[in-house]
């Protein structure tokens, strides 16, 4: 079955190192997306993707970077710059077309402490 | 800017008692609106896609429809396992950004 795989499913990490999420799809999907979910709040955009070695900032992207090597796989570091890391993490893929859905990984929660 | 309210915050529903929640987005230019249910853990689950004022999208119990400025996802007689939290999400302009709503968290006993 096609879909989008995030590990690892919790992370946790002392305050001043970075740490690797990972994202893979196998959906085939140009577009690639990395969202952050906090209680109450809509999600967020971080970072997105609509073609390899290229990625376009979004909302909250302080802290944070990514790398597109590959179609198929979408990191993200969360660098001990970004202030508050501590949150739930979703990795999305889409067609690059107006008015098609985005499809979610089942998420990774870091927690720094 | 580009906005979606989501409302109630949370419902409780008995079993078989049918409800409606409530997205109300401000947006220029709709590209599509999105429902999605997430389970507690998981990731969204993609749901319905929703274009232009007057559609109408059925799955099993879940019933979502739009108008200019709203949509409404209707549960008709739910089920236990209908309770999670659904998002409303919109896509406008003509970049590749989804703009969220905070959720209705859905509960539903038995």
């Known amino acids: 079955d096609g879909g989008i795989t995030q590990s690892p499913k919790y992370l946790f990490r002392k305050e001043g190192q970075n740490v690797t999420l990972s994202c893979e799809q196998n959906?085939?999907?140009?577009?690639m997306y990395w969202y952050r979910q906090d209680p109450g709040q809509g999600l967020r955009l971080i970072y997105y993707?609509?073609?390899?070695?290229?990625?376009q900032k979004g909302d909250i992207a302080e802290g944070y970077s990514v790398s597109r090597e590959k179609k198929e796989s979408f990191p993200l570091t969360v660098t001990s710059a970004q202030k508050n890391p501590t949150a739930f993490y979703l990795c999305?893929?889409?067609?690059?077309?107006?008015?098609?859905?985005?499809?979610f990984g089942n998420g990774t929660r870091l927690t720094v402490t | 800017e580009d906005q979606v309210t989501q409302s109630p915050e949370a419902l409780r529903l008995q079993e078989g008692e049918s409800s409606s929640l409530n997205c109300s987005y401000t947006?220029?230019?709709?590209?599509?609106l999105f429902w999605y249910r997430q389970d507690p853990g998981k990731g969204p689950e993609f749901l319905f896609t929703?274009?232009?004022a007057g559609e109408e999208k059925e799955k099993e119990r879940l019933k979502a429809t739009l108008t200019k400025k709203e949509s409404f996802l209707h549960i008709t007689a739910p089920k236990p396992e209908d309770s999670a939290t659904y998002l409303c999400?919109?896509?406008?302009?003509?970049?590749?950004?989804?703009?969220f709503g905070p959720g209705t968290r859905l509960s539903v006993l038995p």
């Open positions: 999305a893929s889409s067609i690059p077309t107006g008015g098609t859905p985005l499809h």
């Open positions: 959906l085939n999907h140009d577009a």
């Open positions: 993707s609509q073609i390899v070695n290229d990625f």
């Open positions: 947006v220029s230019g709709l590209r599509g």
């Open positions: 929703l274009y232009s």
């Open positions: 999400a919109v896509q406008a302009g003509y970049g590749q950004n989804f703009v």
